[in-house]
């Protein structure tokens, strides 16, 4: 996701609704996330860009709350519960995330097949 | 038709013989309109692109003289505007804001140029300040100028700020500029190497103007006329000369360009390593037990002693090994424990638990083996055998039960409530003490158990203690025996672990065993209000770790046998004292008195 210093960073997203597995005291989400603004970026596997201080998932375990959803590993995490994630330290996303009280996190993610999908789609209209 | 065909004639004739295939001709038709069209395009085209590389000259040329970029200058989309840079002195970005708004107002504009002017006066002189290999007086006058150039500054500062308010101009850009300045000057005077020459001119001017100078040094050193008529008296007094605008060297000083001091900024986060982190734990949990498994016990290790000479000193040789090994045994097959940070809310407990030792007789040990004995003890109760029972609750009931059965059955249900009850009272208060400590931290207590039993170099009593269940979590069952040591008890084992049928046998006696042994702790509970909140923590816990182990009995089983290969390694008595639960039979052989009494939690287990 590359974008021009200074503007609107545009992105196609989409919208995936974990709902967490209850286990005890536990809320699973089922997947790991990676980044944010506290780290080092360039150790990202995941992003294109390698300045990209986002939030990425790293890992989603099979069967979980989080890959039935529809999360793959390398997308983007942009947006929580409608809050950012794009300028997050890793320990404000992982708290977002992980919130107690709420059974249902809905997510805003990227990743690259989506943007190419909707590229393609246009250049056939 | 004719037309058609003359039409394809008149063309390269490629299609000549196609004739009456009059798609085809249209095509052609077409295309040689096409044709033409793009040529004359693609000349339209090439002549636009000499216009707009044209156009890009004269604006880059614009710009180096006037320092902005021309806004009509032509940019394709996602193209970034070129650097520009200023022909003289490339070095320094003029500050549109105080030069190019000149109409605005006259008064507002001086003063900042003067300001910016002073800036420079200084920083100039404070880096003379700084200057190394100085003679006192020197110094001692510079740093005079140096100060008196700072009062100058805040004057003009006042000034500016003054004159932005009256003019309701929002931001005091001026103020913001100087600290940043300051900021850069301090810290490193030499870094912004671009800026060097030109500054030294003007400091030197200022510290030529400092220290009365003769004529001719003034003048083989000012760089300008206009920089030494600002210096020596203050320049609010001569506005007109300090107008900026038809000087351009003055200019250039004005406003040295922000990108050093921007580019030395640190980050406001540094960047830590990357990494990534499961969401499937709850957020704070997560970092405490990370912080508890990297501070508690490999901190506690390289300071202590090796192992052997910590059991020694305790007589608990052997017992060490066989935990250690149940611990792997156990970590590798059974479902992960649930209770993994109360277990650290133990660890954090044992230092706590030191003072209370050292108060005891056990004083002349180090700190060090103490501290390595309970660390090891801790985990015992976690994966000491009798957690298999509580994971598969027909073994424990069945392994008291078959106990039972081959003691006498009489033994069984009159020692446990009658003995107790007959017991001294000190022994019970000392116990009671236990079952309190216990609640929180049980490792504490086997820890005392075995600090105890040290001590005693000819025990008559034996006070056992054994942590049942999931031990070290909860009290969910706890068996306290008082016996004689006795050295033959390795046959029992193997005996006990033989028979699995004989446990089957037994379960019917379970409701007897626990109605005796539920008694005491009840009243214990009485005696311990605070037990109400862990007990429903303890129901809750096992029930998930219930669910677990059901969904995996075979692990359990495994462990069992795990633990019968361990166990006839261990010949010393003390050992072996460890384990009463299952030397039951032994020991009442023995006629040695067996107290039990089990605990609350002894219930759930029936329950599954």
């Known amino acids: 996701m590359s974008y021009i210093p200074g503007q609107p960073v545009t992105a196609v997203v989409q919208r995936i609704e974990i709902h967490k597995l209850r286990d005890g005291n536990n809320l699973i989400l089922g997947f790991s996330i990676g980044g944010g603004i506290d780290q080092d970026p360039s150790q990202n596997p995941f992003s294109e860009d390698k300045t990209d201080k986002g939030i990425y998932v790293t890992r989603v375990t099979k069967g979980g709350p989080a890959e039935v959803a529809g999360l793959m590993m390398g997308d983007k995490i942009m947006q929580v519960n409608g809050w950012d994630m794009t300028m997050v330290t890793h320990d404000q996303a992982r708290k977002r995330l992980t919130k107690k009280n709420e059974d249902v996190v809905r997510l805003l993610v990227t990743r690259k097949s989506l943007e190419e999908a909707v590229r393609q789609s246009m250049m056939q209209h | 038709m004719e037309a058609k065909e003359e039409i394809s004639d008149t063309d390269s004739g490629i299609i000549l013989h196609s004739g009456l295939d009059s798609p085809i001709i249209v095509t052609k038709d077409v295309s040689t309109h096409t044709r033409a069209v793009k040529l004359k395009r693609q000349s339209l085209q090439d002549r636009l692109e000499l216009c707009i590389l044209e156009l890009k000259k004269l604006c880059i040329r614009e710009a180096e003289l006037t320092g902005h970029l021309c806004s009509d200058y032509p940019l394709l989309p996602g193209e970034k505007p070129p650097q520009i840079r200023k022909r003289i002195g490339a070095a320094f970005k003029l500050d549109e804001q105080s030069i190019l708004p000149r109409d605005e107002d006259s008064e507002l504009c001086s003063v900042e140029a003067k300001l910016a002017l002073q800036q420079q006066i200084y920083t100039a002189a404070h880096r003379l300040c700084h200057e190394e290999h100085l003679s006192k007086a020197v110094k001692k006058s510079r740093v005079q100028q140096c100060k008196h150039e700072e009062q100058k500054l805040k004057e003009l500062q006042d000034s500016v700020f003054q004159l932005r308010l009256e003019y309701g101009r929002s931001s005091p850009r001026p103020c913001i500029i100087t600290q940043k300045h300051h900021g850069t000057s301090d810290n490193s005077s030499l870094s912004d190497s671009a800026v060097l020459d030109e500054e030294e001119l003007t400091s030197q001017s200022s510290q030529a103007s400092s220290e009365p100078p003769s004529i001719t040094e003034l003048h083989s050193v000012a760089p300008g006329p206009s920089l030494l008529s600002l210096n020596p008296s203050g320049p609010l007094l001569h506005p007109p000369e300090l107008r900026p605008s038809p000087h351009q060297p003055p200019l250039e000083h004005l406003h040295p360009c922000h990108s050093p001091s921007l580019e030395y900024d640190p980050a406001p986060i540094q960047n830590s390593p990357w990494k990534e982190s499961s969401l499937d734990q709850p957020y704070q949990k997560q970092k405490k037990s990370h912080s508890s498994s990297t501070s508690s016990s490999p901190a506690s290790c390289p300071t202590l002693p090796p192992l ?261 390694l261990h010949e010393s008595p003390l050992s072996h004292r460890h384990d009463f639960y299952d030397q039951v039979p032994q020991r009442t052989a023995d006629r040695t008195p067996v107290k039990w009494y089990e605990e609350e939690d002894q219930e759930i287990v029936s329950q599954v």
């Open chain 2, 308 to 568: 052997e000479t910590c059991l020694e000193e305790v007589d608990l040789k052997l017992q060490i090994p066989k935990h250690t090994a149940l611990r792997h045994t156990q970590s590798s097959s059974t479902p992960s424990t649930p209770e993994m940070h109360l277990r650290r809310v133990l660890s954090l407990r044992v230092p706590s638990s030191d003072p209370a030792n050292n108060a005891e007789r056990d004083r002349g040990r180090s700190r060090g083996p103490r501290r390595r004995l309970t660390d090891v003890i801790l985990k015992t109760p976690e994966y000491s055998p009798i957690t298999l029972a509580v994971g598969n609750p027909v073994h424990h009931s069945s392994s008291e039960d078959s106990n039972s059965e081959h003691s006498s059955a009489p033994s069984y249900t009159s020692s446990p409530c009658q003995e107790l009850l007959a017991e001294p009272e000190q022994l019970r208060q000392a116990q009671h003490r236990y079952h309190y400590s216990n609640h929180i931290s049980p490792s504490y207590v086997t820890h005392r158990y075995y600090k105890n039993s040290s001590a005693q170099l000819s025990p008559k009593l034996y006070r056992g203690y054994i942590d049942e269940g999931r031990g070290h979590d909860m009290d969910l069952s706890r068996m306290y025996i008082r016996h004689q040591p006795s050295p033959c008890i390795n046959g029992h084992y193997e005996y006990w672990y033989e028979e699995p049928p004989l446990y089957q046998q037994g379960g019917r006696l379970i409701p007897h065993h626990l109605k005796l042994s539920r008694a005491p702790s009840l009243k214990e509970y009485a005696q311990h209000p605070g037990r109400a909140l862990p007990r429903q923590v303890v129901s809750d816990e096992l029930k998930s770790w219930h669910q677990r182990c059901q969904l995996r009995p075979r692990s359990l089983d495994r462990q069992g046998a795990v633990r019968i290969r361990n166990l006839p």
